[in-house]
């Protein structure tokens, strides 16, 4: 058996001491108030989000027939959950929060980490919290303007509002936090049981016309198909979000793969049962055309109640929203931990216990973002970075069994499944290469500006005058919002 001192790295979060805190000398840190209830909704929460809601089209362009659609839908589920799975063994052997960005740290060293870290930072987490922001404006106007796309500067406004608002409760407590999680994960999940009951009565009637020859019309096209299978997994994407706040779950080895498994086994029925529900009454050349495929639905069938739709789609962006920024926050603070961000970032509010500093640095990268017409196409410049960066993370599953063959595992997944998902990550990463060169090779000029940027600002040694520059700044910010560092439990 191999010395045990030689994964103390592994466990360097430990160090942190993330122990519930009663006092003052019990030091200041984050408690782990994440239950298993927390956890399943943090997931699902980000998980489901507006897609499934707006429009399936993404998937349903790309396979042509209702029956490769449906498996395609299917398959992807299967595959994040094996993704998921491979987590579960991830999250429990490295106990630190930040998901790949940990795991890849340990794998691969500081410089692979920080790149993931950088683009996470500077477009991947506040674009899209803009963007799904923009969504929850839109379809709270959405009764006020039933004919007609609503204003863009109402739409922003609104963004804004639903932004600032979450970002002042992630400040205020993580309890309201996971929450306003917990509500707005059972108000998505109840939009879904109605449309899924709804398609129940609807086959039940007899409105299967649509299902009757599911296989027509098929694309023959391996290379098209597997487009659709890209969306599919897009759509599926948040699966790996409570493994960015591991440290703050009770009770992981026990709580993290109930989680998992309880979370994928809810977000792949629900959306398998969705699309059904929807193509009963909802045929596939008006899915390609509807801009909202759930609010078509409820308009043909919920007569004057049709309007609660676009309130749960709103509904659901706002759950999303919080569930990016809830992890984000925790993202950031670990990699300032590390050296590879601001010093501000690693501090916790003395009386709240909140990474607050990390928060409002989230939120305002996300605001900042609400004035750009651009987002849309920075998500799709790096879509192949968060899969290269996944990829990587699983396939550290193989790398530890090789490095760390005698590290404590609670729990240890068949090598079989990160070998599956690492090959599908490849195929993940050459396609948009070969369907989207162009934007491709944007992505990968955006990941290579964090070579300079490490070189800089973590590598090499600042000048004292620099040092002193930030230190003020850093003691400014301490003493504008009562932030410490993270402290030890002391005797």
Same mark, same amino acid.
């Given at each position: 058996?191999?010395?045990?001192?030689m994964y103390s790295p592994v466990k360097a979060a430990n160090a942190a001491n993330v122990a519930p805190i009663s006092g003052s000398s019990e030091g200041i840190s984050l408690k782990p108030k994440i239950t298993l209830l927390?956890?399943?909704?943090?997931?699902?929460?980000?998980?489901?989000?507006?897609?499934?809601?707006?429009?399936?089209?993404?998937?349903?362009?790309?396979?042509?027939?209702?029956?490769?659609?449906?498996?395609?839908?299917?398959?992807?589920?299967?595959?994040?959950?094996?993704?998921?799975?491979?987590?579960?063994?991830?999250?429990?052997?490295?106990?630190?929060?930040?998901?790949?960005?940990?795991?890849?740290?340990?794998?691969?060293g500081p410089l692979i980490a920080f790149l993931r870290l950088w683009i996470e930072c500077i477009i991947v987490r506040p674009c899209t919290q803009a963007i799904v922001a923009m969504t929850f404006g839109i379809y709270i106007?959405?009764?006020f303007y039933p004919d007609c796309p609503p204003p863009d500067s109402s739409v922003r406004l609104l963004a804004a509002v639903c932004i600032l608002v979450l970002v002042f409760i992630n400040c205020v407590s993580v309890k309201?936090?996971?929450?306003?999680?917990?509500?707005?994960?059972?108000?998505?999940?109840? +939009?879904?049981?109605?449309?899924?009951?709804?398609?129940?009565?609807?086959?039940?009637?007899?409105?299967?016309?649509?299902?009757?020859?599911?296989?027509?019309?098929?694309?023959?096209?391996?290379?098209?198909?597997?487009?659709?299978?890209?969306?599919?997994?897009?759509?599926?994407?948040?699966?790996?979000?409570?493994?960015?706040?591991?440290?703050?779950?009770?009770?992981?080895?026990?709580?993290?793969?109930?989680?998992?498994?309880?979370?994928?086994?809810?977000?792949?029925?629900?959306?398998?049962?969705?699309?059904?529900?929807?193509?009963?009454?909802?045929?596939?050349?008006?899915?390609?055309?509807?801009? +909202?495929?759930?609010?078509?639905?409820?308009?043909?069938?919920?007569?004057?109640?049709?309007?609660?739709?676009?309130?749960?789609?709103?509904?659901?962006?706002?759950?999303?929203?919080?569930?990016?920024?809830?992890?984000?926050?925790?993202?950031?603070?670990?990699?300032?931990?590390?050296?590879?961000?601001?010093?501000?970032?690693?501090?916790?509010?003395?009386?709240?216990?909140?990474?607050?500093?990390?928060?409002?640095?989230?939120?305002?990268?996300?605001?900042?973002?609400?004035?750009?017409?651009?987002?849309?196409?920075?998500?799709?410049?790096?879509?192949?970075?968060?899969?290269?960066?996944?990829?990587?993370?699983?396939?550290?599953?193989?790398?530890?069994?090789?490095?760390?063959?005698?590290?404590?595992?609670?729990?240890?997944?068949?090598?079989?499944?990160?070998?599956?998902?690492?090959?599908?990550?490849?195929?993940?990463?050459?396609?948009?290469?070969?369907?989207?060169?162009?934007?491709?090779?944007?992505?990968?000029?955006?990941?290579?500006?964090?070579?300079?940027?490490?070189?800089?600002?973590?590598?090499?040694?600042?000048? +004292?005058?620099?040092?002193?520059?930030?230190?003020?700044?850093?003691? +400014?910010?301490?003493?504008?919002?009562?932030?410490?560092?993270?402290?030890?439990?002391?005797?």
């Amino acid at each position: 058996m191999a010395d045990k001192a030689m994964y103390s790295p592994v466990k360097a979060a430990n160090a942190a001491n993330v122990a519930p805190i009663s006092g003052s000398s019990e030091g200041i840190s984050l408690k782990p108030k994440i239950t298993l209830l927390n956890g399943i909704t943090v997931i699902v929460g980000s998980i489901i989000g507006s897609g499934i809601f707006v429009s399936p089209k993404g998937v349903l362009q790309y396979t042509g027939s209702v029956g490769l659609f449906l498996l395609v839908w299917l398959l992807c589920g299967v595959y994040s959950a094996i993704g998921a799975y491979c987590y579960c063994e991830l999250g429990l052997m490295i106990q630190r929060s930040g998901a790949d960005y940990a795991y890849i740290f340990e794998a691969f060293g500081p410089l692979i980490a920080f790149l993931r870290l950088w683009i996470e930072c500077i477009i991947v987490r506040p674009c899209t919290q803009a963007i799904v922001a923009m969504t929850f404006g839109i379809y709270i106007l959405k009764p006020f303007y039933p004919d007609c796309p609503p204003p863009d500067s109402s739409v922003r406004l609104l963004a804004a509002v639903c932004i600032l608002v979450l970002v002042f409760i992630n400040c205020v407590s993580v309890k309201w936090a996971t929450r306003v999680q917990d509500v707005f994960t059972f108000a998505k999940c109840t +939009a879904l049981i109605i449309i899924i009951v709804t398609g129940i009565v609807q086959l039940c009637k007899g409105h299967y016309e649509n299902l009757q020859q599911p296989f027509a019309n098929t694309e023959t096209n391996v290379a098209t198909a597997a487009l659709g299978f890209y969306s599919g997994l897009f759509a599926y994407q948040g699966w790996n979000y409570l493994n960015f706040v591991i440290e703050e779950f009770k009770e992981p080895e026990r709580n993290l793969p109930k989680a998992i498994a309880i979370s994928m086994t809810i977000s792949v029925i629900m959306y398998v049962l969705t699309n059904i529900a929807f193509l009963t009454t909802v045929s596939p050349a008006e899915i390609l055309a509807s801009p +909202a495929v759930a609010v078509l639905f409820a308009e043909r069938l919920y007569g004057p109640m049709a309007w609660l739709m676009p309130v749960f789609v709103a509904m659901s962006t706002f759950g999303t929203v919080n569930g990016i920024l809830f992890t984000s926050a925790r993202l950031f603070y670990v990699g300032a931990r590390e050296g590879h961000m601001p010093e501000i970032l690693t501090m916790i509010q003395v009386k709240l216990l909140t990474p607050m500093p990390a928060v409002l640095f989230m939120g305002t990268l996300s605001l900042l973002y609400l004035g750009s017409s651009q987002i849309y196409a920075l998500i799709n410049y790096v879509s192949f970075v968060c899969w290269l960066a996944i990829g990587m993370a699983v396939f550290s599953v193989i790398w530890f069994r090789w490095k760390w063959p005698d590290a404590p595992r609670p729990i240890k997944v068949h090598i079989i499944w990160p070998i599956i998902y690492t090959l599908g990550s490849i195929f993940l990463v050459v396609l948009p290469c070969i369907s989207a060169p162009k934007d491709t090779g944007i992505g990968a000029a955006i990941l290579l500006t964090g070579f300079p940027v490490y070189y800089l600002f973590v590598w090499l040694d600042k000048p +004292a005058k620099i040092n002193r520059m930030l230190d003020s700044f850093t003691l +400014a910010m301490q003493k504008l919002m009562i932030v410490v560092p993270e402290t030890k439990k002391t005797d």
